[in-house]
């Protein structure tokens, strides 16, 4: 059993194109985890297994790859670079004690970059920037330090440097014990930077950080000593220069990260939430009872749902038991495996700081359930995730699929906390909910080549509602005679409009008896029926009050029947005299974009019947905040990526409703009659 002191965990994390999977393969070749480094472009990474990710060249999915060192344990966390698949990348996050952001030296910085970033930052993990791809066209080494000192501080400091960029580099050195045969030019920068690392790292310790200034320099073992102390506290963000694919700085970076980057006990304790809500510390205690978290899962054909574990405190042996948090039910860690890619290796035991992996749990465990040896006293709070803001609705292609695709999508949605399935209670539709039309096609890609479900999609229904804005009286005479008995119902109604969400309301206004009481229930259930089917387009039908003033009735023909017909169509004689209108709903919209994208964001907006609410700017960045109707935005993400280059991101939720406009109404009712008939009145 390694000790504590020696698990290091790191989440690879960035844009797509950064390099992040190369860096990972040329990690894993490093450490002899393989004998051959494999490439993107031919689809032969450890990290990158899945059919999709090797067919578009880009990663979708996190990817754990565990590394057995010499006094411990290395985890590299590689995570996607499309925005739409950051989950993976917070997720990831959460269970790490660095966040290495990967950034082409080829490319400008990414808005993404800066997100994940920030996303680290609020993670509280120790922060390392990797620049790939050294021998990129144009790439140069003064401009890309002057821009990254801009995005992301002073504390930016390189410890690898190259010998120059572009397609004729040949060489990286390391800062801190710069190769002998380094030239002299190297050398002297080399030594700048180190001075200035020098006077980051001691800001950690007060009393090293005197001694340094009195004495101008700190001898190299106390500065090593401080150096992973230093990182955890964010004092310094140490910058590698590395190109995965020729090899060049990978061994100084894999070499920094065993020396430097900070253990799970180094990083500290982790803040958790006790069961009466009460803050705690859950120090990385070997010796206390196990406690682990979950971040991830994923399915697997031949062995089903695998959960990924990152261990708290305490050990866990491959007989042990734990207690799933939703049932309290006591069940076996079955197959503890580490893990590499899409292998998994089974062990006997493992401790504080290693991810570990089980499967064939009869209960499924979920993304953010904090699992316990005893019952539980605490859980790990998990990372608040970016919202779907795009909707489809979906059809399996072939009939016998339909009981299939719920299921086949629910263990899809387990393995991402942003993609989301649901039954739209208004238009009944199924519909499927991510960050982007790309996110949900990925997934739907997946539910077909896993369990061959093949679907439909398209826009979802708008979820309109119908009230009115005058008052009005309606009539109905039900009179039906076809021999024998007859049926036999009069109603007269009157309708009004209430404050918006205070719903229907049902009001018996009958005098002298001329409607007997045994026949209101069947006239009111007749009403009722129009608030679920609506009157003018179909839709439902909400803040209405109609009372019931007037009838006849007949001692022989009337019957329950004949009442809940006529108040049925009484209602709607008054509903379309009462100034009916349309309400759709309209959506509170928050835009995050580069700030030269402003003008074109807010004039865009404006074309959708959007409303500004509030412009800000965060550094470089603008924040945009509208109301915008959902029928404007249903392919928004679309949009925005084209005007932004791919560079916005957005994120939206209900707002209000409110009356569509008059043009657009009369389309939306003319195209509903289309469908089902002008005919208002039904028997």
């Not at 578009?56 to 739409?84: A, I, M």
């Not at 993609?419 to 096609?441: A, C, K, N, W, Y």
Request: net charge negative; glycine share 8%.
């Amino acid at each position: 059993m390694a000790q504590i002191a020696d698990v290091r965990t790191l989440a690879l994390i960035g844009a797509a194109d950064a390099g992040k999977t190369s860096l990972a393969e040329a990690l894993a070749h490093e450490f002899g985890a393989i004998n051959r480094k494999g490439t993107v472009a031919d689809g032969s990474t450890v990290s990158d297994y899945e059919a999709e990710e090797k067919e578009k060249k880009h990663s979708f999915q996190l990817s754990v790859l565990h590394f057995p060192r010499k006094n411990g344990f290395l985890e590299v966390l590689d995570t996607p670079g499309y925005q739409e698949f950051a989950a993976d990348g917070i997720a990831a996050l959460a269970v790490s004690e660095s966040g290495v952001l990967c950034i082409s030296a080829a490319s400008p910085i990414p808005f993404h970059a800066r997100t994940m970033w920030a996303r680290a930052e609020a993670s509280g993990v120790a922060r390392a920037i990797v620049v790939t791809k050294l021998d990129g066209q144009n790439a140069d080494f003064d401009d890309l330090l002057t821009s990254l000192l801009a995005t992301f501080g002073d504390r930016c400091v390189p410890v690898t440097i190259p010998d120059q960029l572009g397609p004729k580099v040949s060489k990286v050195i390391s800062v801190i014990r710069p190769e002998s045969d380094a030239n002299a030019a190297m050398k002297d920068r080399a030594a700048g930077f180190l001075a200035t690392f020098t006077e980051r790292v001691v800001e950690a310790d007060e009393k090293l950080m005197e001694a340094y200034l009195d004495a101008g320099s700190i001898p190299q073992d106390q500065l090593d000593r401080i150096i992973p102390k230093a990182l955890a506290a964010g004092s310094v963000f140490p910058v590698f220069f590395v190109d995965s694919i020729s090899g060049h700085g990978v061994a100084e970076f894999a070499h920094f990260v065993e020396a430097y980057f900070p253990t799970h006990r180094e990083h500290g304790a982790v803040l958790a939430e006790t069961t009466d809500k009460k803050e705690i510390h859950i120090e990385p205690d070997p010796a206390a009872p196990f406690a682990g978290f979950v971040f991830k899962t994923v399915h697997d054909k031949a062995v089903g749902e695998i959960q990924y574990v990152k261990i708290l405190r305490g050990q866990l042996t491959a007989d042990a038991s734990f207690i799933e948090p939703h049932h309290n039910k006591t069940e076996k860690a079955s197959g503890l495996s580490t893990i590499f890619g899409k292998d998994r290796k089974t062990i006997d035991a493992a401790g504080p700081g290693q991810i570990v992996s089980f499967a064939k749990l009869p209960v499924p465990l979920h993304f953010g359930d904090t699992i316990h040896a005893h019952a539980a006293q605490f859980h790990i709070k998990p990372p608040e995730f970016p919202r779907p803001t795009v909707a489809l609705a979906v059809d399996p292609k072939r009939r016998e699929d339909e009981q299939k695709i719920s299921e086949s999508l629910r263990k899809i949605t387990s393995e991402d906390p942003t993609f989301h399935t649901r039954r739209d209670p208004t238009t009944h539709e199924f519909v499927v909910e991510g960050l982007s039309e790309l996110h949900i096609q990925i997934h739907l890609h997946q539910l077909h080549r896993r369990y061959g479900v093949e679907v439909v999609t398209r826009l979802p229904k708008i979820a309109y509602k119908e009230t009115i804005r005058g008052k009005a009286d309606g009539h109905y005479r039900h009179k039906k005679q076809s021999g024998g008995r007859g049926q036999f119902g009069e109603v007269y109604c009157r309708i009004e409009p209430r404050e918006r969400g205070a719903g229907f309301e049902f009001i018996d206004d009958i005098v002298g008896g001329s409607i007997p009481r045994q026949y209101l229930p069947p006239i009111e259930k007749g009403m009722r029926s129009v608030l679920e089917h609506g009157v003018v387009a179909g839709c439902q039908v909400i803040d209405i009050a109609v009372a019931v003033y007037e009838g006849k009735f007949h001692e022989v023909d009337s019957d329950g029947i004949s009442f809940e017909i006529a108040g049925r169509n009484a209602l709607k004689d008054a509903f379309m005299k009462a100034k009916p209108i349309l309400l759709e709903p309209v959506m509170n919209l928050t835009i995050a974009v580069p700030g030269h994208f402003m003008g074109a964001i807010t004039g865009d907006l404006n074309s959708r019947r959007g409303r500004i609410m509030g412009m800000d700017t965060v550094g470089d960045q603008a924040i945009v905040k509208a109301l915008v109707p959902l029928k404007e935005i249903q392919q928004y993400s679309t949009q925005l990526r084209s005007v932004t280059a791919g560079e916005g991101t957005f994120s939206m939720e209900f707002d209000h409703y409110d009356q569509v406009p008059a043009p657009l109404q009369e389309l939306i009712v003319a195209e509903w009659q289309k469908e089902h008939g002008h005919k208002v009145v039904e028997e």
